[in-house]
């Protein structure tokens, strides 16, 4: 129960609606166990001498003993597993306020898939602990408290006689709900099989095309599909048993009842109404009595649950403001300065950037070449601390990053990463993104420079069109130039490019460059990218290798070097001859 | 996955379609046996429970009334017996439906999965393999519960309902009628309760989808969440999604918080009439005690089966919606047929002849226009190419991966498509540079499953391309775990495997896309040796990319812009320089420099 603690902040939020479901949990059983008692006296008045008048007061009584119940148990449902629903909101949000906060160190860990799993699943779990789970359980108890005091009122006798088989239900649903629950574990796990089986063999598809093995991996499939029909069948060996051992132990219970009832009532020391309330009221405990099986179980799953959700709630932020952030920036100018700055990923892991020592002007252009693998990337993520540098120091404006307000840092900084992602949302509010709020004079106009109005003129609803799965999808280049606008509408200090141009052709490229130059006159550029025509311009150019600066200089010095640098220059060249070719 | 639900799983269609479902009872014919047993146990079992309270009845007219302790020791007994006997049957009735259930989702899927298999490249390029698993697995899934308590279910609720109603006649017709005088009421109440429900429902499962489908765009794009510094403004954005998925729920709150306590209080209301009416002719002496004991029991369990019947609506529905997906699926005919009198192959002896292929993957972009050339049998033929010249369109069209538009492909003098694919796939092998490794083991990967494979045969295979020597030195050997894409291997390693893997096939004809992707040179000579062995006495087609390779190859073709633009020799292509001289210098000349020292 340990885990499930955490929980009592967000109960105690509640506490007011959980006091009142509470009550009206024991108005609603005073109503219910009413019923009972009003059918024996009729009974009872039946065999004897009833009149017509009483008959019809016996049942109006029936009936407003019903819908006193009935109105309470509507409020029982209004309040607890409505709060359920509130909670499983608050929860919800507190873990997307977490998650977001989370440094992609963890992201790349993780997948979506299994953050995912644990947003929906696990939450779930821990929701159907606090509705259900505790509705029932406050229910069965109130209940089984009243009800038992009634009957050992009417009868002890029978009372013992008949509650003899109800532990052993609730102990049998308990059981059961855990076995099943164990095998319901091994289903899904050859239901995950079978999902990778398929994944893989779509995956794979070429190769098994080609080797002529679709037979096999049918037959493959098709074991699996058996395998996994044996452990579902196997569950059901065990969840079978649930409905016959309830009525079976339930329909023990009334058995006894007629039948030392009737004794009793033969011998004159019972009344027949008593047992018909005796009946109606094991009806009227059956329920909760199973329910309290399976409440034990939801309990234990919302254990699991909730166990892995504060696993996650655990994850440290690593990357935050601390108490050395310096509050009194509000503004960056844009000088940058590597300071023997190395970085790997996890100590486990080799070192991707060793030694690096750079200083970037504000205002100037620096461009990075090098090999796939050099550390180009993580060297750029450092800059608005996607990660933090594992040894020596980055500083802008002469203050170490780590001493900047993370928001001031990213609001001056506008980072084009390799993979261009946007949101299914309009290209305006894509764009956008970085805003207050949507603003669509400045968007025109960095979209003129990045080269993208012309595209976004041609669209069915211009700056309005959807973009993705539900409006229309974007080109390789045309998500390029996108995420160059979104960068650019930030009027950011410094500017990053990682390879934004790879898939937009050689022209347009020049065109942005030349457009960029003017824009980014008084901010910091650093460009990433394997094209010389890129960076050709740039105030200086860096080769990374193997996590270290290689060469450093212009373009006329590099190319007169000699070396990493005026090879790809030549290979260029060569290509661009043979693409010329016709 | 989850774009998946985004769009077509949105869509929630109708409860019922007698076309879908026609098709869907389909595949329980093969079991019609089973659905006919379980529905004469239902028959019976469904009898037992009704019985009780006429036992009951029994117990106190006839013998607690008139003091008969046997008699009602008897009663007891028979009690007891209706009641294991219903337990047992019920036992074995829900296994037998589950595993209805179960058998019919598992033909279904085994057909859908060996339809998949069928289906041709381009299906595959344009749909995410996501969306096709989520068809083979969940969609099947959601099935089961409609071929198991679906069907035979709902002919168990009925014969309760009907069973109920003929006891209740045979005891007092006039009571039964004032009892069931809350039924239309009931009837009424339900319906609308599932029709609120089933609006409902659509509703929760459309902001579930919004919520999922936000979660996994914003983490997938948690970069640029970040990196924007947007984490506040998403997290509002975040609570509009999760709020309106609260509210759909608690409206559904509503919805069940008025319809059971109306059901309960409808029941009571029968109770109240039975004590009313029942009691009245009591008084009359029309009626006995036992009676109106039975029917209080009775109104007790009436209600239930009918309750549960809006539960199997929900289920229809989700069948019917995931059903819809499957057969969509089923009927993709996205195939490359085989011809209908296909020419058997004999003693291939690998001539290929390309005759004026043109091909377009989406006409009229044609990638390759008018290539012809011819390979004797045992040869080489290199390719060589800029990226996007088309050269591995070449390849995907040899085995009929895509048909081409305009031309003839011809193997041993035949026309590749006047011969069934699997033949044909059959005397030729492709190793694609990107090794594609399979979860099992080394040896399972080397003969895919083949069990015509020996384990000799596998090492020899190994031997020859120099991959033993790795294997062995693993913990297993040939047994060794390969993890999901062989994770655990490097990716020289990865290809060696890969050239085991065609060696063990023992094609006529080869076709390789070599890996650019750069190794150590200790690899690197492996490799090289490995390729040299892979070549000899088969005719071959390599995308190459080594300069030895090239080198040792019988020809080489310069593909350009999807035409091919020279053809030669090593040497005499140089002498042009043209294309291929500007290609060296780029691509090989490097290697050749390395090579030296």
């Known amino acids: ?582 | 996955m989850p774009e998946d639900i985004k769009n077509e799983d949105e869509i929630l269609g109708k409860a019922y379609d007698s076309k879908l479902m026609k098709r869907l009872l389909g595949y329980v014919k093969p079991y019609k046996k089973y659905v006919v047993f379980a529905i004469l146990l239902n028959t019976l079992v469904s009898a037992l429970g009704p019985v009780r309270p006429y036992l009951t009845k029994l117990a106190v007219d006839e013998h607690i009334v008139n003091k008969n302790y046997n008699g009602l020791a008897e009663v007891a007994l028979l009690l007891l017996a209706s009641l294991v006997l219903q337990a047992l049957i019920q036992y074995f009735l829900t296994y037998f439906t589950q595993y209805l259930g179960q058998i019919t989702i598992l033909d279904l899927r085994v057909q859908l999965f060996a339809h998949t298999q069928k289906l041709a490249a381009k299906f595959f390029d344009k749909t995410p393999i996501g969306r096709t698993v989520t068809r083979v697995t969940n969609d099947i899934e959601s099935l089961s519960e409609l071929f198991s308590s679906g069907i035979v279910m709902v002919f168990s609720d009925i014969f309760i309902i009907l069973w109920i109603l003929g006891f209740m006649f045979f005891l007092d017709w006039r009571l039964s009628l004032v009892t069931l005088s809350v039924m239309p009421f009931l009837i009424y109440g339900t319906s609308l309760f599932r029709k609120k429900v089933r609006e409902n429902y659509r509703d929760v499962r459309k902001h579930l989808a919004r919520l999922n489908s936000y979660m996994q765009e914003h983490i997938s794009g948690i970069n640029v969440v970040q990196i924007f510094n947007k984490e506040d403004v998403e997290l509002k954005n975040f609570a509009g999604v999760n709020e309106d998925y609260k509210k759909v729920n608690i409206q559904s709150i509503f919805y069940y918080a008025i319809f059971y306590p109306t059901v309960e209080f409808l029941s009571a209301i029968a109770t109240g009439l039975i004590i009313w009416y029942g009691g009245g002719e009591i008084l009359h002496h029309t009626l006995s005690i036992g009676v109106l004991f039975a029917f209080i029991q009775y109104t007790e369990m009436f209600f239930r089966p009918i309750r549960d019947l809006s539960e199997k609506y929900n289920i229809m529905q989700t069948a019917m919606a995931s059903s819809e997906r499957v057969f969509k699926l089923l009927d993709d005919k996205t195939f490359i047929y085989d011809p209908a009198n296909p020419i058997p192959l004999n003693n291939v002896k690998g001539k290929i002849e390309f005759n004026n292929v043109s091909f377009a993957y989406n006409e009229p972009e044609y990638v390759l226009k008018n290539i012809s050339f011819k390979i004797n049998p045992g040869e080489t033929v290199a390719i060589v190419g800029a990226t996007g010249a088309g050269k591995t369109s070449i390849i995907n069209l040899f085995t009929r991966f895509y048909d081409i538009n305009k031309g003839k492909i011809l193997l041993d003098n035949i026309d590749i498509r006047e011969i069934q694919k699997e033949e044909l796939r059959k005397y030729v092998s492709i190793v694609l540079q990107d090794v594609f490794l399979f979860t099992g083991t080394i040896k399972s990967n080397i003969n895919l499953g083949n069990s015509d494979i020996s384990d000799a045969k596998i090492v020899e295979a190994a031997k020859l391309v120099g991959a033993d020597k790795f294997i062995s030195e693993l913990t297993k050997g040939y047994d060794e775990e390969v993890k999901e894409r062989g994770s655990t291997l490097s990716v020289g390693q990865k290809q060696l495997i890969s050239f085991a893997r065609a060696i063990a096939y023992d094609p006529r004809i080869l076709i390789l896309d070599e890996a650019t992707s750069s190794i150590d040179t200790e690899t690197e000579i492996l490799i090289q040796k490995a390729i040299e062995k892979l070549l000899v006495g088969r005719t071959a087609i390599v995308i190459a990319h080594r300069l030895s390779t090239i080198q040792n190859a019988d020809k080489i073709i310069v593909l350009h812009k999807g035409e091919i633009k020279e053809m030669g020799k090593h040497q005499e292509l140089l002498a042009q320089r043209g294309i291929y001289y500007k290609l060296y210098q780029l691509q090989y000349k490097n290697q050749e420099m390395s090579k030296k020292k």
Request: contains cysteine; charged residues 20%.
């Open chain 1, 1 to 582: 129960m340990t885990n499930l603690l955490k929980l009592k902040k967000y109960f105690a939020r509640n506490k007011k609606m959980l006091l009142w479901g509470f009550l009206f949990t024991l108005i609603s059983n005073a109503g219910t166990v009413y019923l009972p008692l009003v059918l024996k006296n009729a009974i009872n008045k039946l065999q004897v001498d009833a009149t017509p008048h009483q008959l019809v007061i016996y049942c109006i009584e029936i009936i407003l003993a019903s819908l006193v119940a009935g109105v309470f148990r509507f409020l029982i449902r209004q309040t607890i597993i409505v709060v359920s629903r509130y909670i499983e909101y608050d929860l919800r949000q507190d873990f997307w306020a977490h998650i977001q906060k989370l440094p992609m160190r963890y992201f790349q860990n993780t997948t979506t898939g299994n953050l995912m799993s644990h947003a929906t699943n696990d939450i779930n779990a821990v929701r159907n602990f606090i509705g259900p789970a505790v509705m029932y359980s406050v229910d069965t108890f109130i209940r089984l408290i009243i009800i038992i005091g009634i009957m050992i009122s009417l009868s002890p006798q029978l009372t013992f006689y008949t509650l003899i088989p109800l532990p052993f239900l609730s102990y049998a649903v308990y059981k059961i709900g855990q076995h099943i629950h164990l095998k319901y574990v091994a289903i899904q796990e050859k239901f995950s099989e079978m999902t990778t089986r398929a994944q893989e063999n779509y995956s794979g598809i070429r190769v098994i095309k080609s080797y002529v093995r679709e037979e096999y991996e049918n037959e493959e499939f098709n074991k699996l599909s058996h395998e996994y029909l044996e452990k579902n069948m196997d569950m059901v060996k065990s969840q079978a048993l649930i409905m016959p051992m309830l009525f079976l132990l339930t329909g023990l219970s009334t058995i006894l009842v007629m039948w030392l009832g009737g004794i009793k009532v033969i011998q004159g020391q019972l009344s027949l109404g008593v047992i018909t309330a005796f009946i109606i009221y094991l009806g009227l405990l059956i329920w909760p009595i199973i329910a309290f099986g399976w409440v034990m179980n939801i309990i234990q799953q919302a254990e699991a649950s909730m166990k892995r959700l504060n696993k996650i709630f655990n994850e440290k932020y690593e990357i935050s403001d601390n108490e050395n952030t310096d509050k009194t920036i509000k503004d960056i100018k844009g000088d940058i300065e590597f300071k023997n700055v190395s970085f790997r990923y996890s100590d486990d892991l080799p070192y991707i950037l060793k030694d690096i020592n750079l200083k970037i002007e504000s205002g100037s252009t620096v461009a990075i070449m090098g090999y796939t693998g050099s550390g180009k990337t993580s060297f750029i993520n450092l800059i608005p601390r996607l990660y933090d540098v594992t040894g020596g120091e980055l500083l802008i404006d002469g203050t170490n990053i780590k001493n900047i307000p993370l928001s001031v840092l990213r609001k001056n900084t506008g980072l084009v990463q390799q993979e261009s992602f946007l949101f299914s949302d309009s290209i305006l509010n894509n764009l956008s993104y970085g805003l207050p709020a949507p603003d669509l004079e400045k968007i025109k106009k960095v979209s003129d420079i990045s080269q993208f109005s012309k595209d976004i003129n041609d669209f069915p609803e211009g700056y309005e069109t959807l973009v993705g799965e539900r409006g229309i999808t974007l080109s390789g280049g045309q998500k390029q130039r996108a995420s160059i606008s979104r960068a650019l509408a930030i009027d950011p200090a410094i500017l990053i490019l990682d390879d934004s141009f790879s898939a937009v052709d050689t022209h347009t490229e020049e065109e942005i460059l030349k457009r960029l130059k003017v824009f980014m006159q008084n901010r910091t550029s650093i460009l990433i990218s394997h094209r010389i025509s890129t960076v050709k311009d740039a105030d200086k150019i860096i080769i990374l290798d193997n996590g270290i600066i290689a060469e450093e200089g212009t373009h006329e010095e590099l190319v007169a070097l000699n070396g990493i640098y005026a090879d790809l220059y030549y290979k260029q060249l060569l290509e661009k001859e043979l693409e010329e070719l016709n």
